[in-house]
C-alpha cells in the first residue's frame, strides 16, 4: 500500500489530476450505461397534441399511474414502450384526442336558460364542423383536419337564398396524398351532413398549400380535360391488355407488349332527322259527291182559257209536243298521307376517330442437346396471323387505323437472388433496436477498459515492481561491499545473506519476481563481478 502511494506522489500533479479525470469519466460513463439499461423504453404515444388534449390525456395518464414524457411543449407525449396499445385504448374511451375541435359535447355543459340565439346558432356551427373534422380523420392517412362551414341565414320577406358552402384544410401523414375517389367522397360526406349543401360548393386544400377540390357551382375546365385525358387513358389500356390477353395465350406470358393511341372525340352532339316515304302512302279521308238533274218542257198553241186550266180539259185534248232534258256530275275527293320519320340522336359518349396499335411480339427459344438457348425469331405466317388477330381485337378499320406488328428480340431479365433475407422473426424492430444499443454500449465499455484501465494498473504495477528492484539492486550492493568499498568476509556476512536469500524465496513464492530485477541482478554482476562470485561461493559453502 505505501508502494501504490508513493507510486501516486511520484506521478505529480499534472499526470494525478489526469488520472482523477479519467476514473471520474468512468465512473460517470457506467452510471449512465447502468441508468440506460435500466429505464423503460419510452415510444410515442400522440403527437401534434393540441393543449387542451395533452392537459387531458396527462390527467388520465396520472390517474392510471402510468410513467409518461413530455416534449414538444406537450404537443408529443411519450409511454413505455409496452403501454402504449392499452393507454390509446384508454384514453380512446374519453373520445381523445379531439384534435382540438369540439363536437356536440359542447351542448353537454352549456346553460340553454341564458344564452341568446345567436350563441345557440354559434354553437351548433362549431360543434357540425367538430363533428365533421372528428369523421374526416378516420379516413387513412389523415392526421388532421379542420372544417369551415359558411351557412347563410334566410332574411324574412327574401326570395332569394343563398347557398351554403364549406372550406376543409387536411393536414396528411408523412408524404402520403389523398386519390381523387378519397376527395370525392370528403366531399360528398360533408354535403349529405349539411342541408342544401353541394359537394360542386366545397373546396379542398392541404397542408401543403395544394388545391385537391375547387369550390365552384361547376366543375372547371381542368376538371374536364383530367376527366377526358382519364377517359382516353382508360381506353387505351383497355385495348391494350385486350391485345396482349389474346396473344399471350399464343406466344406466351411475357413474350407480348402492346401499345395503343386513341385519337377520340368527346364533344356532345345532337341530330334531328325527317324522313318522308313516298311509297307508304296512307288514306287519310275521303269524300264522294253526286249530283242529277232533270227537266220537262211541253210545246202546246192552244189559247189560254179557262177550260184549258181544267184537269179534265187536258186530259181529253192532246194536241201538244212534250221536251225533256236530265244533267248528272259525280265528284270523288281522296286525302293521302305520307309516312314520315322524324329521329332524335344524342351523342354522349367519346367516339373514337383513329387508333395507332404498336405490339412488339418475342421470338422462340430453343434448347440444344448441350444445354444452349438459341434464339430463333417467328416465321412471317406467324406474324400475319397475329396480326390478323390484333386488327379483329380493335375493330380494325383500314380507312382509319393502323396496325404494326414487329418481332424483336426481347432484352434479358436480369437474375435475382432468391436467397431469402434472414429476418428476425422472433424480435420486434423496438427490440432489434434495443439490444443494439446494448450490445454497442458494451462494446464502448469493453474498448474503455482494455485501452484506458488496463494501462493505467499495467503502469501502476510497473511502477511498484521498479520500485521493489531498486531496493533488491540497494540491498545487494550492501551486501557486495563493505564500508569504503571493502568486500565483506565470506565468514562475516551470513545474517546479510540469509536475509537477501529469504527475500529472494519469498518473491519467488508470491511470483513478483519480473524480468526487470533480473535484469538489473545480471547488470550488478557485470559491474561487480569479483564480488558476485565471492557470494556464490558463500552461498555454495552454506548449502554444502
Known sequence: MSSFVDTLKNLGPQRLAVVGGVILALVAFFIFLMTRLGTPQMELLYSGLSQDD??????????????????????????????????????AENGLPTGGSVGYEVFDNAESIGSTNFQQNVNLV???????????????????????????????????????????????NNAERLTKQQVAAVQHVVASAVPDLKPERISIVDDKGTLLARGFDQPGNADKAQEIERQRLKKQEAIARRIEGLIERTVGFGKVRAEVYADMDFSRETSVEEEYDPEGQVVRSSSTTEENEQSNESENDMAVTVGNNLPDAQAGGGGGATAGSSASRSQETVNYEISKKITNRVR???????????????????????????????????????????????????????????????????????????????????????????????????????????????????????????????????????????????????????????????????????????????????KHPEEALAIIRNWMYQEA
Open 54 to 91: 395533452s392537459s387531458q390525456i396527462i390527467s388520465i395518464l396520472s390517474k392510471e399511474q402510468v410513467p409518461y414524457d413530455v416534449a414538444q411543449d406537450g404537443a408529443e407525449i411519450f409511454v413505455q414502450s409496452d403501454q402504449v396499445g392499452a393507454m390509446r385504448l384508454k384514453i
Open 348 to 526: 354522349e359518349t367519346a367516339v373514337v376517330n383513329r387508333l395507332s396499335v404498336a405490339v412488339l411480339v418475342d421470338g422462340n427459344y430453343v434448347r440444344g442437346e448441350d444445354g444452349t438457348v438459341t434464339y430463333e425469331p417467328r416465321t412471317q405466317e406467324e406474324m400475319d396471323q397475329i396480326s390478323v388477330l390484333v386488327q379483329s381485337a380493335i375493330g380494325y378499320e383500314e380507312q382509319r387505323d393502323r396496325v404494326d406488328v414487329i418481332n424483336m428480340r426481347f432484352a434479358a431479365i436480369e437474375e435475382i437472388d432468391d436467397t431469402p433475407e434472414i429476418v428476425f422473426w422472433i424480435f420486434t424492430k423496438e427490440e432489434l433496436m434495443k439490444y443494439a444499443e446494448i450490445t454497442v454500449l458494451g462494446l464502448v465499455a469493453l474498448l474503455v477498459i482494455l485501452l484506458v484501465i488496463r494501462p493505467l494498473i499495467k503502469r501502476v504495477f510497473e511502477q511498484q515492481a521498479a520500485a521493489e528492484a531498486a531496493a533488491l539492486a540497494e540491498a545487494e550492493a550492501e551486501a557486495l561491499a563493505g564500508p569504503a568499498g571493502v568486500p565483506v568476509p565470506s565468514d562475516a556476512a551470513p545474517d546479510e545473506d540469509d536475509g537477501f536469500e529469504e527475500l529472494i524465496d519469498i518473491d519467488r513464492v508470491e511470483g513478483r519476481v519480473k524480468a526487470s530485477s533480473v535484469k538489473k541482478v545480471g547488470e550488478i554482476v557485470e
Open 126 to 172: 362549431r360543434a357540425l364542423e367538430g363533428e365533421l373534422a372528428r369523421t374526416i380523420r378516420a379516413i387513412d392517412n389523415v392526421r388532421a383536419a379542420r372544417v369551415h362551414l359558411v351557412l347563410p341565414r334566410r332574411e324574412l320577406f327574401s326570395r332569394e337564398r343563398q347557398q351554403p358552402s364549406a372550406s376543409i384544410v387536411l393536414k396528411m
